[in-house]
């Protein structure tokens, strides 16, 4: 009975980041985005070091709440890349007309962690081997990619998609393309999981790649996480 129950609430509400995304939506207070950035504790940034990656690996939220884990990350923003229409909205955005798609835009300290390390732990966390798809989110938003900051990067990049063939068995769909424009995402789209750890979707999709990265990275966890 109990798995009965398990399965039902699968699939009424852990079915896909387009439904949750609409429910938080309807939820979400008009505060100023720049008050739900996500910053590491205890970590003062030097703009003047800091290295940008541009990361698409399904629903922004599961990317925002692994890379927040990471020691040396500085700050984590959802967003929205890739596309051809200027500030676009969620809504926009999940007709699939405006090409974006949804990418967490993460600011590091490169003498703590390297663009390389980021680009292992990205390939890990998420299946880079299924095309405009991760799990039950489905559409081009949701697409594996990569969005390089400097000719160093796309070396990096193309290196790291080739290693990752060797974990998974499926040909890898990671698109790699420069940065054009990097858009924000709504307020309410930032910092999720850790505002939000009790939403059905974080339990059941985002939490498990969390764990996903917690196990196969414990050294490279922030301090404050592994208390």
């Not at 939220?61 to 929205?80: D, F, M, P, R, T």
């Not at 796309?154 to 068995?169: G, L, Q, Y």
């Not at 009790?198 to 764990?211: D, F, H, L, M």
């Amino acid at each position: 009975m109990k798995q009965l129950f398990f399965i039902l609430v699968l699939s009424l509400f852990g079915a896909s980041c387009h439904y949750a995304q609409d429910t938080a939506k309807n939820e979400a207070t008009m505060s100023d985005t720049t008050n739900s950035t996500a910053t590491s504790e205890g970590m003062t940034p030097d703009s003047n070091k800091l290295e940008v990656a541009t990361l698409g690996g399904g629903c922004f939220w599961c990317i925002e709440a692994v890379y927040q884990e990471l020691n040396g990350v500085i700050k984590v923003e959802s967003g929205y890349a890739g596309g051809h229409v200027a500030n676009p909205t969620y809504k926009e955005v999940c007709t699939g007309t405006t090409g974006h798609a949804e990418v967490a835009q993460i600011s590091f300290d490169p003498t703590v962690v390297t663009f390389e390390e980021i680009l292992e732990v990205f390939f890990t966390v998420h299946d880079p081997t299924t095309l405009n798809r991760q799990g039950n989110d489905v559409g081009t938003q949701y697409r594996s990619a990569i969005y390089y900051h400097s000719p160093q990067q796309k070396t990096i990049a193309e290196a790291a998609k080739s290693a990752a063939s060797e974990i998974w068995d499926d040909p890898i769909v990671t698109e790699i393309a420069p940065l054009d424009k990097f858009y924000k995402a709504e307020a309410y789209h930032q910092n999720y999981y850790k505002d939000n750890p009790y939403q059905p979707y974080c339990i059941y999709v985002v939490g498990p790649k969390v764990k996903k990265f917690r196990e196969n990275f414990r050294e490279k966890l922030r301090q404050s996480t592994q208390n």
